[in-house]
């Protein structure tokens, strides 16, 4: 791995370098390296899962604060699953600095799922025992929180039930879901919604299917009476 690379990517400077280099110790490099001290990234990644779980949770604490405990511990299961995992480790380019044994690497383990997920929460790990919760919380406001807030883990989350239940709390106000357009080729067309309180526009969204685009304009729709 190259450490100096990825420091600089992050904007992050490691007091303990083998630590850091540790969580993305795979441990099929470990078996061909038997020789050596250092060890795998599996308990980092047990530690940084904590870590993970408890600043998401806090995060969706303060800020939905209209959102049941169901529906926040569905919310949060979106967000730490091991799919949205992958994702942030690929955006990361974290699977170009993991250390493999040469079995693992010929199969394809530089991109494997599971292992890009593993790396993410081992990262993580590393980083709260380095540099305290804090800096591991900065962390997850940088690269998660930001999704988190516009809307990429609303697949997970009923939002236009939400708005109904908070639109019925007002008598003589209506809700209508409208499609305003279109856009794209048939193989991947993109659908643009807007919620209708009253009459009047609540929230728009855009989604790749028409049900996605009412669930986000649902969720600007609550964003707007939460404001």
Do not use: W
């Amino acid at each position: 791995m190259n450490a100096e690379v990825l420091q600089k990517q992050l904007d992050i400077t490691f007091n303990d370098h083998d630590l850091m280099r540790q969580a993305f110790i795979h441990s099929s490099y470990v078996n061909e390296h038997r020789g050596e001290t250092f060890s795998d990234n599996e308990r980092l990644e047990f530690l940084g899962d904590a870590v993970l779980e408890l600043g998401v949770s806090q995060y969706l604490f303060r800020t939905k604060e209209r959102m049941a405990e169901g529906e926040l511990t569905k919310l949060r299961a979106s967000i730490v699953c091991e799919p949205s995992l992958v994702n942030f480790a690929r955006e990361l380019n974290f699977g170009e600095h993991i250390l493999l044994g040469k079995g693992e690497e010929q199969t394809g383990g530089r991109d494997r799922p599971a292992l890009l997920a593993d790396v993410f929460e081992a990262f993580l790990g590393a980083l709260y025992l380095d540099q305290g919760y804090d800096v591991a919380i900065q962390f997850l406001e940088k690269y998660v929180f930001p999704k988190i807030k516009t809307g990429a883990f609303s697949h997970a989350m009923d939002y236009k039930s939400q708005l109904q239940e908070l639109v019925q709390q007002h008598r003589n106000q209506s809700i209508e879901y409208v499609i305003v357009e279109e856009k794209g080729p048939s193989h991947n067309k993109e659908f643009v919604a807007q919620v209708l309180i009253k009459g009047e526009v609540a929230g728009v969204g855009v989604g790749r299917t028409k049900k996605e685009a009412e669930q986000r304009a649902a969720k600007n729709g609550l964003d707007t009476f939460n404001d």
